[in-house]
């Protein structure tokens, strides 16, 4: 598993893209900020909503840092779900949209470990985990599912107030399709797939009021109150917290009409006045700079938004900061060389046999210094994501018995990292 | 203050929204205006009142000062935001009347909201006068405990609710919850609203109405006669409230505005504006309304309908509400209320500002923030002074 996972961050920084796990084998930088925020943010997170901006230039690393993010919520037994706010998937101004890619997203901890990315019903897992939780007395370790288990998280799940009844509703189906006397595996598996559909707003109504008795569909009515019961819901069932990492990715709002605009600024809005009533749940928004400065759509021709988000502070960011600008994360050319001793570490557990052929640390650290010589302070590119690639290229190089100047190495890089863009 | 609260309360004053339950504990100044509005309150006083002040300015804070001291007063008090995109549109009462549940809080009750706490509230009330076998409210209200009729209360969909309510079945309880929190939701849903609140509990009382009697008088139906059951259910709230010792109901509307920029079809605002004028009226409603907007919102909504082509609109109709306007806090009162700021961030992170930020530099750090003029100069301040606390403790950690 090791290697496995080795093998896997090499090849995602091979072409310049950060994994999508073992981040924080060879992160350095944010230490301080991930401190902060465990202390601060992620211990007592049941008690209290939060929500945290984050902005940073293309490749100031918004994508890494999301990960490393991910990795030490779950670590403290919070679902997390990663949702990008694009016009397809999930746009900011149909809030409903956004709940269902809330859900279709959501992780739990132990589905993180099992590796399993590619899981069908990611909430579906948080429900069976639920159950599993409240209905054996607290054992998240699992026991017989039986009536007595049964019985006994639906009476804990329907004396919660604070979630909507329906919701209620339609957890306690899911439940009963792992009940012994339940029908054979394929039809439990289709009334699943409903049931899961009704929470990523598929579906008509009148079909899951004839099958499970509920009276309205999650729609844009009812969505911000949704995530307040699945918030709540979250809580029941035994995890700290519901960490959701919106990631502007395509910086969607810069394309929206002006109607479009607002809505999505209004919705935005109401999370922040509101999300000091949803203990449990922390926000957190990834954007870039022009979010917050554009005078066409950005943040500031709304007064009441900006008065409260503000402006990224040009300061290295802490984890009481309401944004995060990861724009200001001044890196070392010793913290540099760090993350390349990292790198080297990583690489050697993917190729172990190959291990006498990989420079060694000293060695490491001069061609580190070398290229950042080579690369311009003012280049579009950043030299992080300069590093982490020509410095794969250079242990590739070596693995093959090749030898290529640092200069040419960084050149043949930024030509595929120019071209990738 | 236990430092979990007072984290809370942090958080809520580093994005610049004022901190729940915990305002009265951040008012500062404004001595006079808070003696105005504790007398209405005292006083009972009826109608719907404007509190105007720009953004920023302390409008939500208003609205949430006086809800904590309507709830130390004795009054139940609801707080609703409007929000034209998540069904709180102010030309439906009755989305209006299902955000009002939702929000609805009493006394002494923790900061619980719903229905909850209010219907078992009044329950209570109905057990407790069984014994005095004397005419009373409570024995009008249930026809003697038989619960088959009553004309004291205005909405027969309040009645059915707490009679429901009343048998203390929790299922029951459930969907007179849900009925009333979404009651929009539950208009196609009639005969089984029927069947859960009258049709199955015949056991604990006998309606003499025949089930078509129900639909056919639109007892479930709360937008009918242009909401007139909506309104009608605000009224009961009210006499509920007054007869269960407390002293009345109040309604806070925060962002009222939405009014103008999310309601964007000019019928659905022309109806909003006249919900606005009945809250006014005080005809359809008997208790106390206020409504948080910004010092130009008259002018807004006068602007509005000439844009749309409305020149024949009652214009002084606007004229005619009743208003109250903020004063913006002083440089010498935002500087108590850093102090305050201050001895609570000490009590969340478990530090002494008092002793890394002297004194002078938290005045000299206020006087430089109140001296930007701007509309939101207070919510900035107070934002900035949590920031400069937060860079200290974090530069200490």
């Not at chain 1, 959701?244 to 006045?273: V, W």
């Not at chain 2, 409008?59 to 309507?70: D, G, I, P």
Request: proline share 3%.
């Amino acid at each position: 598993m090791e290697q496995r996972l080795a093998l896997s961050v090499i090849e995602s920084l091979r072409k310049g893209i950060p994994p999508q796990r073992g981040t924080d084998l060879y992160s350095v930088g944010y230490e301080k900020l991930i401190e902060g925020i465990k202390r601060h943010h992620l211990k007592g997170v049941e008690d209290r909503g939060i929500i945290r901006f984050v902005s940073g230039s293309w490749g100031a690393g918004k994508t890494h840092f999301f990960r490393l993010l991910r990795d030490i919520t779950f670590a403290e037994r919070c679902l997390v779900s990663n949702v990008e706010l694009s016009v397809n998937e999930a746009p900011l101004n149909k809030f409903e949209r956004v709940f269902y890619g809330i859900i279709r997203n959501v992780m739990t901890p132990s589905v993180y470990q099992e590796d399993n990315s590619t899981e069908s019903a990611p909430f579906g897992r948080v429900v069976r985990e639920s159950l599993i939780y409240l209905g054996t007395q607290n054992s998240l370790a699992g026991g017989e599912l039986n009536h007595e288990s049964y019985s006994r998280a639906v009476q804990r799940l329907m004396a919660d107030q604070g979630i909507d009844i329906d919701f209620k509703k339609m957890i306690q189906r899911y439940w009963e399709t792992y009940l012994p006397e339940a029908a054979e595996a394929a039809i439990q598996d289709q009334v699943r797939a409903e049931i899961l559909q009704w929470f990523s707003g598929e579906g008509a109504i009148g079909a899951y009021r004839r099958r499970f008795g509920v009276n309205k569909t999650i729609n844009k009515d009812n969505a911000k109150l949704m995530l307040q019961s699945l918030a709540g819901f979250v809580r029941l069932s035994g995890f700290r917290g519901l960490v959701i990492l919106f990631d502007e990715a395509e910086q969607s709002y810069s394309t929206m009409r002006k109607s479009a605009l607002k809505d999505a600024q209004n919705n935005l809005l109401s999370l922040i006045n509101n999300i000091e009533a949803i203990p449990g749940l922390f926000l957190i928004y990834a954007t870039t700079p022009e979010f917050y400065t554009n005078p066409k759509y950005g943040i500031v021709i709304y007064g009441a938004l900006a008065g409260r988000i503000g402006k990224p502070e040009e300061r290295s960011p802490r984890a009481l900061n309401t944004i995060w600008n990861l724009d200001a994360l001044e890196t070392s050319i010793d913290e540099y060389g760090t993350a390349a001793k990292k790198i080297r570490a990583v690489y050697l557990k993917a190729y172990p046999e190959d291990a006498d052929k990989i420079p060694d640390d000293n060695e490491v650290e001069k061609f580190v210094n070398d290229l950042f010589d080579e690369h311009p302070s003012l280049s579009a590119v950043r030299f992080w994501r300069v590093l982490v690639t020509v410095l794969v290229a250079h242990f590739d190089d070596r693995l093959e018995g090749e030898v290529r100047s640092t200069k040419e190495l960084y050149d043949d890089v930024m030509d595929k990292l120019r071209e990738a863009d | 203050m236990d430092p979990s609260q007072a984290q809370r309360v942090v958080e809520d004053l580093r994005i610049g929204i004022p901190p729940e339950g915990y305002v009265f504990h951040f008012t500062v100044g404004r001595k006079a205006e808070v003696e105005i509005l504790d007398n209405r309150l005292k006083k009972s006083h009826k109608g719907a009142l404007l509190l105007k002040a720009n953004y920023g300015s302390g409008k939500t804070h208003l609205l949430r000062f006086l809800k904590e001291r309507a709830l130390e007063e004795g009054y139940i008090v609801s707080l609703v935001a409007l929000d034209a995109k998540s069904a709180v549109r102010f030309n439906r009462m009755d989305q209006i009347l299902g955000a009002i549940w939702r929000g609805l809080e009493i006394p002494n009750n923790n900061g619980s909201k719903g229905i909850r706490p209010f219907f078992n509230e009044i329950c209570t009330k109905i057990e407790s006068s069984k014994s005095r076998r004397k005419s009373c409210f409570w024995c009008d209200l249930t026809h003697e405990w038989r619960w088959d009729f009553s004309d004291v209360l205005e909405a027969p969909s309040i009645f059915i609710g707490l009679r429901a309510w009343s048998t203390g079945m929790k299922a029951i309880q459930d969907i007179v919850e849900a009925w009333f929190f979404e009651p929009w939701v539950y208009k196609t849903q009639r005969s089984k609203l029927y069947y859960q609140l009258i049709g199955q509990l015949k056991n604990h009382f006998r309606d003499p109405r025949y089930e078509w009697q129900f639909y056919n008088d639109g007892i479930f139906d709360f937008q009918i006669q242009a909401y007139a059951q909506s309104w009608s259910a605000l009224r009961d709230i009210h006499k509920l409230a007054i007869e269960a010792c407390y002293r009345g109901f109040i309604i806070l509307f925060d962002e009222f505005e939405d009014v103008i920029h999310n309601l964007r079809n000019i019928k659905h605002q022309q109806a909003a504006f006249w919900n606005l004028f009945e809250f006014y009226g005080g005809k359809k409603f008997d208790g106390m309304t206020y409504f948080a907007v910004t010092p130009n919102f008259a002018k807004k909504c006068k602007t509005l309908l000439l844009q749309k082509g409305y020149w024949d609109y009652d214009y002084s109709l606007f004229d005619k509400l009743p208003t109250f306007e903020m004063s913006p806090l002083t440089a010498e009162e935002l500087q108590e209320l850093a102090i305050k700021i201050m001895e609570v961030h000490g009590i969340a992170y478990g530090w002494e500002p008092d002793l890394i930020m002297k004194m002078s530099e938290l005045k000299a750090l206020v006087a430089k923030t109140a001296s930007v003029q701007v509309q939101d100069r207070a919510r900035q301040t107070i934002k900035e002074i949590v920031k400069h606390l937060d860079r200290l403790i974090e530069d200490i950690e």
